[in-house]
């Protein structure tokens, strides 16, 4: 079946621009996350969403990130006045719930910022 | 992430040799999970480790989670040029088991031919 899809897979945006990346999870998995990865380096925690409900968003650098899944499915990653220090690859991943169950990742949106 | 190590953060093998790569944790690790990511991609998921003392298996490769679920090992066996790109381990070390994961720093692997 599907996997986890990104959009776009790569962005270049213009310091103080905003960005809007989308992430269609595989169907049915109600736990969605993003993940910032920047170059050689793991990838960071962002934000989690349990169908519609973001229960977690501690990891989001600032407020000018937000992020959101209204409907329980699609989720959008919005970057609001870009900063050169927000070039990294944005990772969503999916799981069916929880760390009960295999996460998977999409290809990533790799973000840079001039 | 501190939390968790990797090690060794790279590795040069001839192909056919055997590896293994290290990921360790002060905290317990209520889920544990293997992908591997090749340069300008996602990760791939590889396995995933839940119980103490559990061990898996898929083709050359197995993974094990100790008893105490503080470490997790991951051999290659016979390793082939396909093998060769970046290994991460990612952690829950959270008990309420939400998914979120912290990963080491990755682990670069060459296979040479």
């Known amino acids: 079946g599907a996997g986890v899809s990104q959009s776009p897979r790569y962005k270049v945006a213009k310091r103080g621009q905003d960005v809007a990346l989308r992430c269609d999870p595989i169907?049915?998995?109600?736990?969605l996350f993003w993940y910032q990865q920047a170059l050689g380096q793991g990838p960071e925690f962002l934000t989690y969403?349990?169908?519609?409900?973001?229960?977690?968003k501690s990891g989001l650098p600032s407020d000018r990130f937000f992020a959101e899944r209204p409907e329980g499915s699609v989720s959008t990653l919005k970057i609001q006045r870009t900063q050169q220090e927000d070039s990294a690859v944005y990772l969503c991943?999916?799981?069916?719930?929880?760390?009960?169950?295999?996460?998977?990742f999409g290809p990533g949106t790799r973000l840079t910022v001039t | 992430s501190q939390e968790l190590e990797q090690s060794p953060q790279s590795l040069i093998v001839q192909e056919g040799k055997n590896l293994t790569i290290n990921c360790t944790s002060s905290?317990?690790?209520?889920?544990l999970y293997w992908y591997k990511q090749k340069y300008g991609e996602g990760l791939i998921f590889l396995m995933m480790?839940?119980?103490?003392?559990e061990e898996k298996s898929h083709e050359k490769i197995t993974a094990k989670l100790d008893e105490k679920k503080q470490q997790s090992s991951l051999h290659i066996t016979a390793s082939q040029p396909s093998h060769a790109g970046i290994y991460l381990c990612g952690a829950d070390i959270s008990s309420s088991n939400t998914g979120k994961l912290i990963f080491g720093q990755g682990t670069t692997l060459q296979v040479k031919p």
């Open positions: 991943a999916s799981s069916l719930s929880g760390s009960a169950y295999e996460q998977y």
């Open positions: 969403f349990q169908n519609e409900a973001q229960l977690d």
């Open positions: 905290k317990t690790l209520y889920g």
């Open positions: 480790l839940q119980k103490g003392g």
């Open positions: 169907s049915g998995h109600v736990s």
